[in-house]
């Protein structure tokens, strides 16, 4: 059962522009999110989080909307650039582990 | 100021082996956190420990899998007896709260 959810697998973006990663979830317990970059071999790292008390968070680049009544959050990126070529993940949690979506593969081209 | 480490970065068992895992949170941080992911598939958690404590084992698979995070040392995470469909990435990440957590760069698993 999968808790939370990403349903666009890839999302091609010009360079400049604003890139929109989605992000669903069921479980209403959930009370902290998080948005992670992975890049090949590597392990995801950690981009920005919001708690479920709040509907937006801001860091540089990098703004993460929050919609509990539609158990929605976002991760917008502006402006895109080159090297936020990845895959992200988002990730929920209300206990002790971290529930992942299956990622969406970010293309930024140049 | 080191991240999460874990090695072997790469490890090739045939079947029926075992198979050893290590990893070293970063300073400060308690909470220690195992995920595997298989192809094409998100990260699945496994297991979450404190020190010499195994808090959440929900994940991990009943048979051959076990995990320990002693007081001195890195976290172990063991399969014994490893078949084909161990074969995957293996994820550790370490928090100093439940909340952020910071993930090593993986330890890919081939079980031939």
């Known amino acids: 059962d999968q808790q939370v959810k990403q349903n666009s697998p890839s999302l091609s973006v010009q360079e400049g522009r604003i890139s929109i990663l989605n992000c669903d979830y069921t479980n209403s317990m959930f009370d902290y999110f998080l948005w992670y970059k992975k890049y090949p071999a590597e392990g995801p790292t950690f981009l920005i989080s919001i708690s479920s008390i709040k509907d937006k968070n801001e860091d540089g680049r990098f703004t993460v909307f929050l919609n509990k009544s539609a158990k929605h959050l976002s991760l917008h990126i502006v402006p895109s650039q080159p090297g936020d070529s990845a895959v992200y993940f988002c990730a929920a949690t209300g206990a002790n582990n971290l529930f992942f979506g299956t990622g969406t593969r970010l293309t930024v081209i140049p | 100021n080191a991240g999460v480490m874990q090695n072997p970065r790469h490890l090739v068992r045939r079947r029926g082996q075992e198979a050893r895992l290590r990893c070293s949170p970063m300073k400060g941080h308690s909470h220690v956190y195992w995920y595997r992911q298989l192809p094409e598939e998100g990260l699945k958690f496994m297991v979450y420990l404190q020190k010499e404590n195994i808090i959440d084992e929900s994940g991990m698979p009943k048979e051959r899998f076990s995990a320990e995070f002693p007081k001195e040392g890195p976290s172990i995470l063991r399969i014994q007896q490893v078949v084909r469909g161990d074969s995957a990435a293996y994820f550790c990440?370490?928090?100093?709260?439940?909340?952020?957590?910071?993930f090593g760069p993986g330890t890919r698993l081939t079980v031939t």
């Open positions: 990440a370490s928090s100093f709260t439940q909340y952020e957590q910071y």
